[in-house]
């Protein structure tokens, strides 16, 4: 089955500093690649995402780039805020109706006012 | 949100009680999802269903059941809880993307089970 694993576990970052978290997946037919951000005591929230088929995707100040050869995607946050301050999460899976996601662990990140 | 509610929110419970946790959805999505949530795990696969009685299992389904009678109501049951498990609890929905071309997962609120 696929695997997902995520990195650096957990990320602190000044005010306006660029953040990124890896992952890596081990599927080669995986071809979705979303991203949650968590808050405390709520559930994971889809921010962004990408497809096999596309290389970067931005929106506003986060980005998610995919290298499908190695099997490698991450997520950009630039100007971080306070606010951006939560676990973030990856995922892979197949896209279909029904989705067999696989999630990494996990990356806490704290903005640091 | 996807207009996904949980239900209880909060729930402490004593070993070898049955549990029934309860998901339901107001916008008539087909595939709906239990996942667990524990340091060190991320989020994993308990039980999914794919339509009203049509069910499977995940990744984690030992010691767990789920119902689905109706569209929007997907239960999950612990017929004998144990600390093992103990954790967070989510209900998900996928939703075909605006270009149709894919499906996004989205998250209920969460509800946290104790077992003492």
């Known amino acids: 089955g696929e695997n997902v694993e995520q990195h650096p576990s957990t990320l602190s970052v000044q005010e306006g500093d660029s953040a990124v978290i890896k992952c890596t997946y081990s599927d080669s037919a995986s071809n979705y690649f979303p991203w949650y951000k968590q808050e405390l005591g709520k559930g994971p929230q889809l921010i962004i995402d990408i497809r096999s088929n596309v290389g970067e995707k931005k929106d506003q100040r986060i980005a998610v780039t995919l290298n499908k050869t190695a099997k490698h995607f991450s997520l950009h946050i630039t100007e971080t805020q306070p606010e951006d301050s939560a676990v973030y999460f990856c995922?892979?899976?197949?896209?279909?109706?029904?989705?067999?996601?696989?999630f990494g662990i996990g990356t806490k990140l704290q903005v640091i006012p | 949100d996807a207009g996904i509610t949980q239900s209880p929110r909060h729930k402490v419970t004593e070993t070898g009680t049955p549990v029934t946790l309860r998901c339901h959805q107001t916008e008539n999505h087909r595939y709906m999802y239990w996942y667990r949530q524990d340091p060190g795990h991320g989020l994993r696969l308990i039980h999914y269903?794919?339509?009203?009685?049509?069910?499977d299992k995940g990744e984690v389904s030992d010691g767990y059941s789920v119902s689905r009678s109706k569209t929007e109501d997907f239960l999950l049951t612990l017929e004998s809880a144990t600390s093992s498990q103990t954790s967070v609890y989510f209900c998900?929905?996928?939703?075909?993307?605006?270009?149709?071309?894919?499906?996004?997962?989205?998250f209920g609120p969460g509800t946290r089970l104790t077992v003492t």
């Open positions: 995922a892979a899976s197949f896209s279909g109706g029904y989705q067999k996601v696989t």
């Open positions: 269903s794919y339509g009203v009685k049509d069910t």
């Open positions: 998900a929905i996928s939703e075909r993307t605006g270009t149709g071309l894919a499906y996004e997962q989205y």
